[in-house]
């Protein structure tokens, strides 16, 4: 599976409520991982709000 595939199916799980199943993920994989998932976030149907939200949480679990 490539980034981007993987990409898309944590994007899929964030949309269907596993939000802290993705940060985690995320915090794990390679660092471009969150910048896709943050991509496909934005095409979603309430991007300002996934993306958003996606952000505060990874920033909060790396901090």
Same mark, same amino acid.
């Given at each position: ?8 199916e944590l994007a899929e799980s ?13 915090? @794990?994989? /390679?660092?471009?991982?969150a910048v896709k998932v943050y991509?496909? $976030?934005? &095409?979603? @149907?309430? /991007? ?9 949480? $990874?920033? &909060?679990? @790396?901090?």
């Open positions: 599976m490539t980034d981007a595939e993987r990409a898309e964030w949309i269907n409520g596993n939000k802290s199943h993705v940060i985690q993920e995320v915090r @794990t994989g /390679p660092p471009l991982l991509e496909y $976030l934005g &095409s979603g @149907t309430d /991007p300002d709000y996934d993306q958003g939200l996606f952000s505060r949480m $990874l920033k &909060s679990a @790396t901090e």
